[in-house]
């Protein structure tokens, strides 16, 4: 009986430096997606070493970080990111790497493009040089970032070096209440087990509520997976995933779709399998969250209040939450439906795949951003999820409510282009960081559903979509 | 050895995102910690020796200059891959990290780059932070070889690493290199893995 960990982690085993179970191993890796920021010094530590890429048709990149949202013609203002995302193109063109260049319209942020075009696949070892490379999880990958140092390993060949990670099973039984989504399982985890809580662990999400979540969904849990510490997050697979990747332009076809199939639905953990540790969560007992601090365990439902330090026995403790709380400029006791962003962020790789897109949509149609909301973006995920979008309409449901609709990156997730929180305001985010300066310098995050970034926007307070839904 | 004395230190603290604009694996150091070491807000390209020291932030301060080892707490290294982090404390001058616990990622990285993250007990740790705090100029002896932590007052904490990762660590070996020598390996795996899942290979 094996865990799916376990399935994906022994098939992909090149070679093993000792026979200790936690020695470190080869493992091969299948889908290797590369970004703009972690990628050029390993692309010159390549070259500098006389290497070639060992499989270029395992490689898929896309410039996503700096790439501006608003008039992309005419190109990228700040010199320094543009020469980065050139450099990108550069090696891309020299070595013949797939990349889909800023004005395609398959470009995005590199998340939400791998399974958009079925290049995420389950079974796969998936890495990218960048953290929430365990997004891919959703299709029973083992998906995980790495460094750039790592990044030139898989590139020259083909491999990691790897320690095996302990497991975790998290089972979310139940139904979600209406109006509850991915993101707030995620933070209600985050919540409960701390962000070092999955350190060491690779966490499978499983139980009935999760089996019922749609594939974008499960892709915004995996994602939070590494705010929980663990670098990879996993979900088996069912007719949901194969649904989800058939006719996907990556995604095999004919008898061989046939045959992938069959190999993919053995992908999940055999009954009765064992993990190193089981968490379990009652999905009908979750409620919307926001996070009140500067790291995604501080977190709060929405008719709870911020907490009170004078209450923590921990010093460490006590101090960090003072330190956030001032950092947030929030008092204790405060109740979170009193807090007023001032700017409304819906986008990144978490939460910008169409089914966020269309919840926000609906929450705010017909209604108005409140006056003191000084600004709603919209960022799709990629130009395909916007071109879908547009499709339906929602870009007209936005506009007309308030919000700026804009072009696909990660915009003011990390605030590495243009788009960015000037020092002391308040943003209701669908992004999965709340640092300190995360989306610009002093800016203040709080990390929210799409749902709730909508309702936020329209109320000009935090409140709870479900009233208004 | 300096002391930074709060936890969940993410890799944005470590090296503000705005540096990660650079295409270069060096000068990260004068940046690193940016937004807590300055009080002016830091770009790229900015004249370190003109900007505002924050007098406050512990890297600053006199008795701390030229630390080779950094104390920390738990979780430190947290957020993103960004192997900027690591590249940071080591441009800045730090050869060796002791927390009681790191983010997966970030420790990973360190060995890359042959900075030593160390683990260490919560009461060590503590126990550390006390000494430091009282004591100006105080330094630790960490071998590695024997993996051991020494205070002034002869105390000695011992630590864990993979064999692996010390053998490199200690002769300086190219991870890729190593890794090349398993070139045959690696082939045989890809044929049979191509032949089991010739879908990958489209
Ligand atoms: S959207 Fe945010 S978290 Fe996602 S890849 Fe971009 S910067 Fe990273």
Known sequence: ?469 | MAPLDRANVDTDAIIPKQFLKSIKRSGFGQNLFDEWRYLDHGEPGMDAARRKPNPDFILNLARYQGAQILLARSNFGCGSSREHAPWALQDYGFQVVIAPSFADIFFNNCFKIGLLPIVLDVADVDQLFTEVEATAGYRLLVDLQDQSVTTPSGKSFSFDIDPFRKHTLLNGLDEIGLTLQHMDKIKAFEEKHRAAQPWLFT
């Not at chain 1, 993101?183 to 985050?190: F, P, R, V």
Request: glycine share 10%; proline share 4%; charged share 25%.
């Open chain 1, 1 to 469: 009986m094996h865990t799916l960990y376990d399935k994906l982690w022994q098939s992909h085993v090149v070679h093993e430096e000792s026979n200790k179970p936690d020695g470190m191993t080869l493992l091969y890796i299948d889908r290797h997606l590369v970004h703009e920021v972690t990628s050029p010094q390993a692309f010159e530590g390549l070259k500098l070493a006389g290497r070639k890429p060992w499989r270029l048709d395992s490689i898929l990149a896309v410039a996503d970080h700096n790439v501006p949202t608003t008039r992309r013609d005419y190109g990228i203002s700040d010199p320094i990111s543009r020469l980065q995302v050139e450099t990108l193109d550069q090696n891309c063109e020299e070595l013949g790497i797939t990349e889909f260049r800023m004005n395609d319209l398959r470009q995005g942020i590199v998340h939400v493009i791998g399974p958009e075009q079925g290049a995420t696949l389950p079974g796969m070892t998936v890495v990218c040089g960048d953290s929430h490379t365990s997004t891919h999880g959703a299709f029973a990958c083992l998906a995980f970032g790495i460094g750039t140092s790592e990044v030139e390993h898989v590139l020259a060949t083909q491999c990691l070096l790897l320690k095996k990670a302990k497991t975790m099973r998290v089972a979310i039984e139940g139904h979600l209440g209406h109006g509850i989504t991915a993101k707030d399982i995620a933070l209600a985890l985050i919540g409960e087990i701390g962000t070092a809580g999955g350190t060491g662990y690779a966490i499978e999400f499983a139980g009935s509520a999760i089996r019922e979540l749609s594939m974008e969904a499960r892709m915004t849990l995996c994602n939070m997976a590494i705010e929980a510490g663990a670098r990879a997050g996993m979900v088996g697979v069912d007719d949901t995933t194969v649904d989800y990747l058939r006719g996907r332009p990556f995604a095999p076809k004919g008898d061989l779709w046939d045959k992938a199939v069959v190999y993919w639905r053995t992908l999940k953990s055999d009954e009765g399998a064992s993990f190193d540790k089981t968490i379990s969560l009652d999905a009908a007992q979750i409620k919307p969250q926001i996070t009140w601090g500067t790291s995604p365990e501080m977190v709060a439902a929405i008719d709870g209040k911020v907490p009170d330090p004078s209450q923590i026995t921990d010093i460490v403790k006590r101090h960090d939450m003072e330190r956030a709380l001032k950092y947030m400029g929030l008092a204790p006791n405060t109740p979170i439906s009193e807090i007023r962003p001032d700017k409304i962020f819906i986008g990144s790789c978490t939460n910008a795949r169409i089914e966020d897109l269309r919840i926000a949509a609906k929450v705010v149609k017909g209604r108005h951003i409140a006056s003191n909301i000084k600004l709603a973006m919209v960022v799709p995920g990629s130009g395909l999820v916007k071109h879908q979008a547009e499709q339906e309409g929602l870009d007209k449901i936005f506009r007309e409510a308030g919000f700026e609709w804009r072009e696909p990156g990660c915009s003011m997730c990390l605030a590495m282009n243009d788009d960015r929180l000037e020092s002391g305001e308040r943003c209701a985010s669908t992004s999965n960081r709340n640092f300190e300066g995360r989306q610009g310098p002093g800016g203040r995050t709080h990390l929210v559903s799409p749902g709730m970034a909508a309702a936020a926007a329209v109320a000009g307070h935090f409140v709870d979509v479900r009233e208004i839904y």
